[in-house]
């Protein structure tokens, strides 16, 4: 089992930036990949950014250059660096940790952390 807590969202005007952060707790030995996704409201889930346990990053083609993902694996935390953002990122955004047993995948997310960007 994983549990994730995160924190750091909050409303900012258009251009500025917001570091969120993600701490998990359990099993985090086992988590092969870290992300985060955001929704809003009556549409899907989208992926931001996700980062492997080797660093490897993968991001939205509407974040590159503006978000950052990073993890720390000892401490079991992932932070989303988003600077320059835009009214159009305003979401709820959700951690994701991927956990992988004996070929079992398992995700996990967390409560979620609203972002609000004003123009």
């Known amino acids: 089992q994983v549990q994730l807590v995160e924190s750091g969202g909050g409303l900012v005007q258009a251009g500025g930036s917001l570091r969120l952060s993600c701490a998990a707790s359990g099993s985090i030995a086992s988590i092969a990949v870290m992300g985060w996704y955001r929704q809003v409201q009556g549409k899907q889930r989208e992926l931001v950014a996700t980062v492997g346990r080797g660093g490897s990053t993968n991001y939205a083609d509407s974040v590159k250059g503006r978000f950052t993902i990073s993890r720390d694996n000892a401490k079991g935390t992932v932070y989303l660096q988003m600077n320059n953002l835009e009214p159009d990122d305003t979401a709820v955004y959700y951690c994701?940790?991927?956990?992988?047993?004996?070929?079992?995948?398992?995700?996990?997310w967390g409560q979620g952390t609203q972002v609000t960007v004003s123009s």
């Open positions: 994701n940790a991927r956990q992988l047993i004996l070929l079992k995948v398992n995700d996990y």
